[in-house]
């Protein structure tokens, strides 16, 4: 249901109360229960309890008028933190960005999923000649540098657990599916600090990665450089360590902040 066009009358029970907060906000002045209801398309009891549930939670209150809601302390202070976010990730990028213009490859921080890797910030290369993975795209654990960059950082018996259940697909002819050969990959991975991924994602692609961990040493995220073979095999890449881990080490005192 897109955010900037409400189905009337269609809005899950519990989104209700997120969808009348941002309606509120939306407006920019006091909002009243009845033109709530007419946006929303929502019974006048539901709004009332909606609102009530609201300034409760200190999410809303009410205006001069007794009648009329506006942002409460909670929204104003979720307002807050939500631009102190975006200020981190304006930070962030910055490194990225500095990474990326240093070694002139294209950098990625990429998280673990259920499924995958999933990359959450990116800086193109300014070569024409580039590798798309989006922002938003979801790669496999056994075959990317970021995957196993995490892999690596798990628990031997978590490690175990999960390569029970993944499916070590072969993506390349380099591709390593053999439980007990990625193993020994990750081993290495453990003792060296980085990763690879030497055309076994992509053909043609080579990639490094690092972690990002948080003050406990746990893995957040992983900030890795990749590059077309055609310009950068993996021997070349492997040159951009020291860099690609001071970008990372920056990243970790970021999200210390």
Request: net charge negative.
């Amino acid at each position: 249901m897109p955010n900037d066009k409400i189905d009337q009358g269609h809005i899950p029970t519990n989104l209700r109360l997120l969808y009348l907060i941002e309606a509120v906000a939306r407006e920019g002045r006091p909002s009243s229960p009845v033109s709530l209801g007419e946006e929303l398309g929502l019974p006048k009891p539901t709004v009332h309890r909606l609102l009530a549930t609201a300034e409760t939670e200190g999410f809303l209150q009410r205006d001069v008028d007794g009648r009329s809601y506006g942002p409460g302390k909670r929204l104003r202070s979720l307002s807050a933190h939500t631009l102190s976010s975006e200020r981190l990730r304006t930070e962030r990028l910055s490194v990225m960005r500095g990474l990326a213009d240093e070694v002139g490859e294209t950098c990625n921080l990429a998280a673990p999923t259920r499924e995958g890797m999933i990359y959450l910030d990116r800086v193109e290369t300014h070569w024409p000649l580039r590798i798309q993975l989006p922002t938003g795209t979801r790669v496999p654990f056994h075959c990317t540098a970021s995957g196993k960059m995490y892999l690596s950082s798990l628990r031997y018996e978590k490690l175990d657990r999960l390569l029970g259940t993944l499916n070590l697909e072969g993506l390349t002819d380099r591709t390593i599916t053999d439980p007990e050969a990625l193993k020994v990959e990750l081993e290495a991975t453990r003792k060296r600090g980085y990763s690879t991924d030497d055309g076994e994602f992509m053909d043609g692609m080579s990639a490094m990665a690092v972690a990002v961990c948080d003050d406990q040493n746990r893995l957040l995220t992983t900030l890795s450089i990749h590059a077309p073979t055609q310009r950068s095999t993996l021997e070349v890449v492997m040159k951009y360590y020291p860099s690609l881990r001071k970008a990372a080490d920056q990243l970790e005192e970021i999200a210390k902040e």
